[in-house]
């Protein structure tokens, strides 16, 4: 059964601050690792997806590695700001018809500003 | 813009009542819709595969009588809460794959608070 762990559970920054969250799922049979955001009480937002071949992806001031053989990926995040204030989850999923997702236990992030 | 909307976005009901949340793709079609259940600072379980035109796929612990899932057309699946009760009190979130966009992202609904009194 796949199990996906998220480290830290909570993280306080200061502005400007560079940081890194790190997620760890324990079946290396991956299809794709995608990082999202989540604000208080709202829905999900995709920032990054990285393919299982891949071994990054980046948007802006976000940057996401993954290595699939050890089990573990990364969001780094550049030049921190208090609107990257949220929750971050990373999930990986199986693939095939239904890609179901397995959602990890989230990072709570506040950049003080 | 939102690509998935979900409706309601809170709604609070009696014990003993039942609730339907509604989950649209707009602007294209999604032949499978996922329910997703957040329990206060915890992370998102998946509840069940919403599939268009069949039943829907359970979790192990989810109770399909109590949580009936209906995917009629191919931009709307229903979650229904039958019977509610203080203890399903959480944060529904629906999701949708969109192969046809080139990769496989998930984009999901604003979700929707519920509590039951």
């Known amino acids: 059964k796949q199990e996906v762990t998220q480290i830290p559970a909570a993280l306080s920054v200061p502005e400007g601050e560079n940081l890194v969250l790190n997620c760890s799922f324990t079946d290396s049979a991956i299809y794709n690792l995608q990082w999202f955001r989540q604000d208080p009480g709202k829905g999900l937002t995709s920032l990054l997806l990285i393919q299982s071949s891949q071994r990054e992806q980046t948007s802006g001031r976000l940057n996401a590695s993954l290595d699939k053989s050890s089990g573990r990926s990364t969001l780094y995040i550049a030049a921190s700001q208090p609107g990257d204030s949220a929750t971050y989850l990373c999930?990986?999923?199986?693939?095939?018809?239904?890609?179901?997702?397995?959602f990890g236990t989230g990072t709570l992030l506040a950049v003080q500003p | 813009g939102a690509v998935v909307s979900q409706h309601p976005s809170w709604v609070i009901c009696k014990s003993g009542t039942s609730v339907k949340i509604e989950c649209r793709s707009l602007?294209?079609?999604?032949?499978?819709m996922f329910w997703y259940r957040q329990f206060p600072k915890q992370s998102l379980m998946l509840m069940a595969t919403?599939?268009?035109?069949?039943?829907?796929?359970?979790e192990q612990g989810v109770e399909k009588d109590k949580f009936l899932i209906n995917h009629a057309s191919l931009t709307l699946s229903t979650l229904t809460v039958t019977s509610a009760h203080p203890e399903d009190s959480s944060f529904y979130i629906c999701s949708a794959i969109f192969p046809t966009v080139g990769t496989k992202n998930a984009f999901f609904g604003q979700g929707t608070r519920l509590t039951v009194v």
């Open positions: 602007d294209f079609q999604a032949t499978t």
């Open positions: 919403s599939n268009e035109g069949s039943k829907a796929t359970y």
């Open positions: 999930a990986v999923s199986r693939g095939g018809a239904t890609n179901k997702l397995i």
